[in-house]
Nanobody
Framework: VQLQASGGGLVQAGDSLRLSCATSGRTFSDYGVGWFRQAPEKEYEFVAAISRAGKVRRYADLAKGRFTISRDNAKNMVYLQMNGLKREDTAIYFC???????????????????WGQGTQVTVSS
């Protein structure tokens, strides 16, 4: 499966962004999808993940209450709605996919097999 993230940009603190992850290739509904981010000189950081049918979601503490992950299997798309952005959210955001069983959500970055190129999110104060 191929993935491509988009929707990043330069925003002010408190603003919102919606990131999109377009996928193509094999049966999209076989894959769980996660969003990760990487700030300069830092490791990949888990943000959110969603199960193959979209019924189960997991969030990092940094995302709870502010970010929402969703997917549309008919369109082969995954989204990350980000509200109340903070300066510390500045990073490159990546979407990734991994084959999962029904209801499984993967938060471990090392388990993800397929990665898209990132999209830069910059939040100014």
């Amino acid at each position: 499966v191929q993935l491509q993230a988009s929707g990043g940009g330069l925003v002010q603190a408190g603003d919102s962004l919606r990131l999109s992850c377009a996928t193509s290739g094999r049966t999209f509904s076989d894959y769980g999808v996660g969003w990760f981010r990487q700030a300069p000189e830092k490791e990949y950081e888990f943000v959110a993940a969603i199960s193959r049918a979209g019924k189960v979601r997991r969030y990092a503490d940094l995302a709870k209450g502010r970010f929402t992950i969703s997917r549309d299997n008919a369109k082969n798309m995954v989204y990350l709605q980000m509200n109340g952005l903070k300066r510390e959210d500045t990073a490159i955001y990546f979407c990734a996919a991994v084959v999962v069983v029904t209801g499984e959500v993967v938060t471990n970055v090392e388990r993800y097999s397929y990665w898209g190129q990132g999209t830069q999110v910059t939040v100014s104060s």
